[in-house]
């Protein structure tokens, strides 16, 4: 047992907080103002082309893929520090250094089980950063937490699939460059439960793929992002080689894509806790009351300790997760992803709440990151599964060594 | 002892019940729609002043002033349940009956400390729903939470006082229909700590009054109730018959003010605390995961029980400060209005909170009113004395009868 | 609605402040010097005998009987803020005044239910404080917070019935003046799930009555109390009229016997938890840490105001709960009884933690009153229906309402 | 980084793990019974003898001391999962292997700073199993989580110190082989804060200490383990060299001694939890209510996923803690041990709690460890600093780094 990085991992850390700090946290202002001034309301900042052209000239591109041809050949165990970095900045870093979901999943689902043909056509432009993509899984009509409650039919008809149904939060949809979705339905309803969906590549052009509109969470609208995109697939027909994998095994798809997806939350949730800690402690020992600076209160100094106390653990958990998941892989690892999914989000949200209290009015304003990183840790206590899914999952391996 | 309403408050509560019933709820989907609609940014949807001609018209209007000459003469007590119905629908039912903040609080000080020309000028107008008003307290370069900090300063000069100083959250200020702001500044900088401050009618339109910006609030800019503003004051010129009360008496108004004001936002949130647990119980009976209704599931039960009993404890001691404020007085109070204080937001967050839950992503998008009453209950826990605060007023007074 | 107490209610009160302020807190040295010196691990220290008679002679004896022509005619309103006072002193003033439990349950079963020969023979003497009672409900093999579990068989045998079972935490049994347990059993296995059971009165000198062993709480006896006894029940034959109310009712009788029980807990471990307050905050009055006063860290006030916020909404939910008891009855205020349940030991529980916290090592220790009284709350918060089960029981009526 | 054991610490963990299975577990039920039948209230039991003879037999002996000549040679990494393990029967394993508290904490200072006269006679005994030590820090009269408050004065006579002062809360002291305590007191009320106490060593036989009496723990003795006492010490002469140390040193001395002290208490406070999370998860499988296996319920798979989400986290920081101990010494790793001195405590008392709340009335009687386990958790939030110096601790580093 060795809590010390690699030389490896030592200095592509070193390399990705030399840019966060030399590109990304000055540039912070300026996409703030771009957002501002962009003309369409979903349009990336003209600055985020600039820093993804200087995260890949870094070699900081792509680092998520884990032992891959498509990569930089980072194990899970090297990336999680680099990911935790990326989300001291989540609106911008993740994206420069085209790390960002959900098209690290799509991307990661299409390097394991994507044909040639798929490959060439959409894994290459999105490993260079040319489009983006969108993940339909979550729909409006059923509880999804439960995922054999989806509901859009994806049918066979001669040599194309017709998909019909209702999708929502299908992130990063509004954006213009957002090319393709990958798209969960029922292709067998007769099938044993979890062998009923299949996955299919859907290109956003398609007839009958309809933008049905935003949605928001809390105030925001993540536009920079691309927003989250309520969409209508009514008789959307695609060619049957747009399938992904085997017909009817979407499920498995499903666990493979979300692994991985749901540790790279969790450690950029570590960084944002780790930025909402920084700017409290700034903020406390700059300000006074009651004639002393905040700092000196105990009940603020709880806070502060009860906060580094939980992220110390929080990542440690998470690093050892990524190293299961890098030694006996991601379904050995599946106790451990479903832990850190509820320990992650969970201190996030309560250590940029505190981080909120501490600024006062300015928490829950524009003026600080905060209240927007609130809503990000927030969400992911529902996304990907639910806490309550999660939980159950843990309980039920941990039962079943006593049964 | 008699937990059972007075007739008088039962006959008003069933009126109040009515009126959201039959005109508040119904509306809400049309005043979303307007205010997507609406041309300017701040405006008031059109259906607000069909609704306060409805509630006037019903004899719920101006409830919130107790035993006054300008109010229904409900006492504290009697005006608490109808206060809580109106958080049910906290966007439009408390303006729609004039007993929306900031402007009660202003209507309280101006009927309580107003002269007879600051009350014709600018009581009766308010109390007539023809104008709205603010209150320029808390400012962006000190820790407002310790109210000595502010800087803002008031200067007499011949019969003018002259105001320089920058003030944000001035909520309401962004409406055209805002008029007025009371603010606060420092008048006598050697004064004794808490004989240093006065408040002053600054009207809107004065030379030297400019609204800085929006601040937003998790996102939401709070539009149709006229955002928050930051506004800036410099040289700003007002007769000296513009000052409320007396010189430098300033803290003795603000405590009086905000007296009322806390318990009124304590209603409210209880009010909206049983509109997300009713949301959430019909949530849950309508949708299923693993095979049963979600509400079958023991967490979730658990979560609606703990609402529940939260909820009646915290009613309870809101009801108990209002009977206490009207048997004993504001300051007699002062206690349990900071204990309410710290339990209601806390109490309608946590509530909100597993309501969102609940409903999974919907719960944080627009489709559902959650969201929202979060930060409203979550700012609450820093406005109007964060609870750092208000915990450490109840401290010193439990511990200073051991002493 | 009023807050205040009736004059009635205030002059009990105060002659219950005045019983404890002269003689309980001053007999709590003598009790334990006697606890530690008597000549049985399970005897009643004799000062108990003295405190008794003073207490019936001031009029403070059997408060707890509500409208009854057996008890003081207090409603359960008057008679909480007495509970509530001899909960400071848990171990001494229930029993003084005759209002400690299991006694005052049966007594209530009794003067309810009971024949006037099993008045004649129990009621008046547990009245007179002449003898004491257990309960044996409870059972050691199967989980007894699904009171249909409950095995223990009561089988009619001509004119007798005969008994076969196990208990355990007959509360009281060990006291050599226990006389009585009220059992209840299966009597007719086949019957309907709520319909099987029966209570039937047994004499503890009963052939095949056997006290098994005595069990503890954390490292407690509660020997002064009479512990907490394992009993065999081996074909112990009592006559038939021993049978409590009708044949097959007992789950009636349990729960008529539980609504009550469980509020006068409550009520007590108010008093638990204002005693707990007390001694907290005069101890970080009287030390330094960090050259201050302990009550100066603002850690510790956050304590004490928590613990005062919490008090005040627990003390008013049960007050709330007495009163629906009785104007709307036992049944109409089992929600409100189950929420109290869950608050009132969990606040106690929270009160207490603290205040250990606050004394340091005195704190677990003999020296202070604190870790006894957490074993009473913590135990209060399985005993009687685990909060589980309450809670479970608040969340379906809460549900019941929108479905 | 890399978390897998070493070959040597899986080694020695294999072999702890058969020593519990073999030995430990299958005395338990004996140890008991032999406390409870033992001649004296502080007598071992006998089959300690046989079991510390076989664990040394195993190779399993004084595995505490961190290369050191005199112990095993393990490192704290290599040290911690045997500890964990040897939590899991704390009452028996501890010492059974030589490795319980406070003799470990004491044979370190005796290794690290004892003369070879110290050594020859208090360190061999005390490694050989032969005699047991008690630790005299804390004092009735002060708040000791301030150790500046210590106030036993230590004086210089000629050839001798004098002591004079009352000490509690010296484990151990009861059990008739526990031969020497050291004593920390005031050698020159004049210095430096930190730099006035030093630490002697006083057999326990010498005149003028008098063992007072002993203090219980939620009701429980500790009599096997010693008890804690009172200590008085009234002009007790002992020769100077019987300083441990060098004379005003004792800060630094203590500062050394309780590092490793506080984190073996946090390895052993994690297999305590372990063993609740396995006492639970068996005892809901074989248990109903309501129809199905408590197991089934959704609340108790949450507080179980909660439980093993916790302990995950809470040994990871305390393996990392241990591994800077080995590589940057216990001074670097000063805010992590402060850290897990926090946690462990904190999640072992939840865990256990939960545990108790599972088994029902079971959980808080003598026929589980849990009670008992509770009560040395909840002890530890207080003893060797509470929870709230070392959340201070950890805070003020925090924002050092950002003054």
């Given at each position: ?9 030592k ?30 309301e ?53 994206e ?31 490993l ?7 993940f ?21 008809d ?18 213009p ?34 933008i ?24 959307v ?42 700017l409290m ?5 700059s ?13 603020v100094?709880?806070?502060?300790a ?9 990542r ?22 479903s ?30 990151p ?19 899914v ?14």
């Amino acid at each position: 047992m060795d809590f010390a990085f690699s030389d490896r991992a030592k200095e592509m850390h070193e390399k990705a907080a030399e840019f966060l700090r030399d590109c990304v946290y000055p540039a912070e202002k300026m996409f703030e103002e771009q957002v501002a001034q962009r003309p369409g309301e979903w349009d990336a900042p003209p600055i985020m082309e600039e820093l993804k052209a200087e995260a890949r000239k870094r070699g900081l591109w792509n680092l998520f893929l884990p032992h891959s041809e498509f990569g930089a050949g980072l194990s899970n165990l090297e990336y999680a520090p680099i990911a935790e970095l990326s989300g001291r900045s989540p609106l911008i870093a993740p994206e420069a250094m085209n790390c960002a979901a959900p098209d690290t999943g799509n991307m990661e689902i299409l390097a394991m089980f994507g044909t040639p043909e798929q490959q060439e056509r959409w894994l290459k432009p999105l490993l260079d950063g040319e489009i983006r993509s969108c993940f339909s899984m979550t729909e409006p009509e059923v509880a999804s937490s439960d995922a054999t409650n989806i509901a859009t039919r994806i049918e066979r008809d001669g040599d194309s699939y017709v998909i019909n149904g209702r999708k929502w939060w299908s992130s990063g949809a509004m954006n213009p460059r957002c090319k393709v979705s990958i798209v969960m339905g029922v292709s067998d309803p007769d099938g044993p439960k979890h062998r009923r969906h299949s996955m299919i590549l859907v290109p956003l052009d398609t007839p009958g793929v309809t933008i049905v509109r935003p949605t928001t969470v809390f105030g925001y609208t993540d536009g920079p992002h691309g927003g989250h995109a309520e969409i209508g697939f009514d008789n959307v027909r695609v060619p049957a080689a747009n399938l992904l994998g085997t017909e009817n095994e979407g499920f498995a798809l499903a666990q493979a894509r979300l692994g991985p997806g749901r540790i790279h939350h969790c450690m950029r949730l570590i960084g944002m806790a780790e930025r909402a800690l920084e700017l409290m402690c700034q903020r406390v020992l700059s300000r006074q009351t009651f004639g002393v600076a905040i700092a000196q209160h105990g009940v603020v100094q709880e806070w502060i300790a009860e906060a580094r106390i939980r992220i110390e653990q929080a990542r440690l958990l998470t690093l050892k997760t990524a190293w299961l998941m890098d030694t006996v892989g991601n379904k050995g690892a599946a106790m451990e992803i479903s832990a850190i999914k509820v320990v992650a989000p969970e201190v996030a949200r309560w250590v940029i709440d505190k981080a909120i209290q501490a600024h006062g009015a300015a928490g829950v304003s524009q003026d600080t990151p905060l209240a927007n990183l609130y809503s990000h840790a927030r969400t992911l206590q529902l996304a990907d599964g639910p806490d309550e899914v999660h939980r159950r999952s843990v309980a039920r391996r941990e039962l079943a060594r006593w049964r």
